[in-house]
T-cell receptor, first 114, second 110 residues
């Protein structure tokens, strides 16, 4: 089983809304990632959690707030977003040790900010 | 810094063979991934090369030369469903950070 699930699949929100994206995996992976992908561009890394601790924050604005409640779950809390934040948000997970680093991606949440 | 280059677009004919090249310059390089991404969908894992040489998996093969900073993805017996973006990505650093190339949009023609 190499499944990473994400909810919701689609999200439309106004600039004053607060919403959360959710990601879940049951592969026993201890590294989880959030990526942002704009149309016709590659995924851009936002955050990395390793063993439930934030290890990388790629200078992401504070209106994006990640949370890792346990080893299977990863959330991305959204507040006061801008229209340019509209994108596909991808979650991925991997086992962070040598030789098993393949990152498996979830289906993504397509976000539209109005 | 990290720099990964791959062609923007390629076109090939159904049943043919196509090779997508990728060159990289990354500090703390650990390995090279290839992902396939259809429009509107998430990337799906194709291959992972750590050591030099060719890894074959069905119609797809991937090659790595660490000394040259070079990889390629070889697709054989092309099918229409192979039309997609192919992403080269290098994993590096102790945090196993994945850096993607810009992707190669492959179009398979009948």
């Amino acid at each position: 089983d190499t499944e990473v699930t994400q909810t919701p699949k689609h999200l439309v929100m106004g600039m004053t809304n607060k919403k959360s994206l959710k990601c879940e995996q049951h592969m026993g992976h201890r590294a989880m990632y959030w990526y942002k992908q704009k149309a016709k561009k590659p995924p851009e890394l936002m955050f990395v959690y390793s063993y439930e601790k934030l290890s990388i924050n790629e200078s992401v604005p504070s209106r994006f707030s990640p949370e890792c409640p346990n080893s299977s779950l990863l959330n991305l809390h959204l507040h006061a977003l801008q229209p340019e934040d509209s994108a596909l948000y991808l979650c991925a997970s991997s086992h962070p040790t040598g030789g098993q680093e393949t990152q498996y991606f979830g289906p993504g949440t397509r976000l539209l900010v109005l | 810094g990290q720099n990964i280059d791959q062609p923007t677009e390629m076109t090939a004919t159904e049943g043919a063979i196509v090779q997508i090249n990728c060159t990289y310059q990354t500090s703390g390089f650990n390995g090279l991934f290839w992902y396939q991404q259809h429009a509107g969908e998430a990337p799906t894992f194709l291959s992972y090369n750590v050591l030099d040489g060719l890894e074959e998996k069905g119609r797809f093969s991937s090659f790595l030369s660490r000394s040259k900073g070079y990889s390629y993805l070889l697709l054989k017996e092309l099918q229409m469903k192979d039309s997609a973006s192919y992403l080269c990505a290098a994993i590096s650093g102790s945090a196993r950070q994945l850096t993607f190339g810009s992707g190669t949009q492959l179009t398979v023609l009948p």
